[in-house]
Structure formats: C-alpha cells, structure tokens
C-alpha cells in the first residue's frame, strides 16, 4: 500500500488549502484515515481523522479545517480555510487498513506535504 499526499504549498493568512490523500493497493478495507502535523521541533499532532465511527478534530482547527473522504477511490481530503501561520507545518496522512485475508489492521504513513502560511 502507498499513500499519496497532494496539495501543500504557500498561502497567506485566511487563504485557503486542499489536501488529498489516496491509498493504493487492494484487499483492504479502511478502519480510518487521517492527517496530522508536525511543526518544526514539535511533535506529530492529530489534525483531524474520519472513521465509519465519526469525526475527530483538534480543537484548534475546529471550524476552520473539513476532513472528508471518498470511499470509492480510498481517498482522504482536507480542506483548510482561514490559515494562519501557526497552522504551518508538514502534513502527514495516516490509514488504518483492515485486511480480512489475515484478520488484522495495518497503519501507513504518507509522505508529508508541506502548508506554509506566510505573508
């Protein structure tokens, strides 16, 4: 399985991003799928992540940034609005796969893309 992040860049303040994220391979159904951040000397943190179970969002992003997914081409969005330079980081998307042939999950990293937020 790969998984490709698209959709990084710079904006200014209170622009706009998307970033996608499709998971390739097959014999898999997905637990869940989600993005995280990682600024420079930080931790990785939860942005938001979507499940057959619901959404979760970090609280500082809540109703700023949509997570939605395409489960037909296993893929994951993220719509950012209103930036603002403290959502600058590397964006990391995460998939929870479940593989009925073995009875067991996998967890896959992308790449990262990068979201500047810069005048």
């Known amino acids: 399985v790969q998984l490709q992040a698209f959709g990084g860049g710079l904006v200014q303040p209170g622009g706009s991003l998307r970033l996608s994220c499709s998971a390739s391979?097959?014999?898999?159904?997905?637990?869940?799928m989600g993005w995280y951040r990682q600024a420079p000397g930080k931790q990785r943190d939860l942005v938001a992540a979507?499940?057959?179970?619901?959404?979760n969002y970090a609280d500082h992003v809540k109703g700023r940034f949509t997570i939605s997914r395409d489960n037909a081409n296993n893929t994951v969005y993220l719509q950012m609005n209103s930036l603002k330079p403290e959502d600058t980081a590397v964006y990391y998307c995460?998939?929870?796969?479940?593989?009925?042939?073995?009875?067991?999950?996998?967890?896959?990293w992308g790449q990262g893309t990068l979201v500047t937020v810069s005048s």
């Open positions: 995460k998939a929870n796969l479940f593989y009925p042939i073995i009875a067991a999950s996998r967890i896959y």
């Open positions: 391979g097959s014999g898999f159904s997905i637990n869940s």
């Open positions: 979507i499940s057959s179970g619901g959404i």
